[in-house]
């Protein structure tokens, strides 16, 4: 079982940037794909970017390409993602997510095994 724990989340300007941290429980962390996905209220969760399990792969969503860096570091058990250039659009709670499939990184919610709490971004115009 996997403890996923969000942190880095507030309130900021449109252009502005946010620094996204998810810390995990499991010593065995490289074993895990790792993704950030998004969900606005009234929508459904949305993929961002993923990660491979050695970070020598990344994936982003076309909306975020570009401004959005994904990133991790298996010594400390985290995953990152830095947002940059932001927009009102990417106002919505942000949630990591670890893939225990050991196949290839999707970017499909449904495929991800533990989630964390999320944590709320906000981008003011």
């Known amino acids: 079982q996997v403890q996923l724990v969000e942190s880095g989340g507030g309130l900021v300007q449109a252009g502005g940037s946010l620094r996204l941290s998810c810390a995990a429980s499991e010593r065995t962390f490289s074993r895990y794909a790792m993704g950030w996905f998004r969900q606005a209220p009234g929508k459904e969760r949305e993929f961002v970017a993923a990660?491979?399990?050695?970070?020598?792969?990344?994936y982003y969503a076309d909306s975020v390409k570009g401004r959005f860096t994904i990133s991790r570091d298996n010594a400390k058990n985290t995953v990152s993602l830095q947002m940059n250039s932001l927009k009102s659009e990417d106002t919505a709670v942000y949630y990591c997510a670890a893939d225990a499939s050991l196949g290839v990184v999707t970017t499909n919610p449904g495929r991800y095994d533990y989630w964390g709490q999320g944590t709320q971004v906000t981008v003011s115009a």
């Open positions: 990660i491979s399990r050695s970070g020598g792969s990344t």
